[in-house]
């Protein structure tokens, strides 16, 4: 995955188990989001395939890497809103806009990581 993420190439990683609604919308969204942003490389792998004794418990769990690094991560729906707000389409544009502030769509290049404070520049 990492050596996926280039200096032009973000790599959106869904960390997932089947069976799992959460995970399941997930997955919608990312396929929702492949059409739409084709720059952009999406996948998922089974949890315990990808991180050995990864607990169940923080599931979803999303990757973003970006030149080998990883910019920024999700783990569980609660990082992004609380669960009554998330519907389908709301739960999609919160996590559209979690991808596009790290720099992961086009026309925007992040400096730093997120949790080092936002620093983006048009691109």
Known sequence: VTDSADEHTFVV???FRDGREDCALVDLWMRELTAEQPQVKF??????????NYPEANLPTVLVYHK???VWSM???DALAP???LTRENGRKLFSSALTRVGAFKGRVLETRPDEGEQEQGG
């Open 13 to 15: 990683v869904h960390l």
């Open 43 to 52: 996948t998922r792998i089974f949890f315990s395939n990808a991180i050995p």
């Open 83 to 85: 669960p009554q707000l």
């Open 75 to 77: 783990v569980t729906m």
């Open 68 to 70: 080998h690094d990883i």
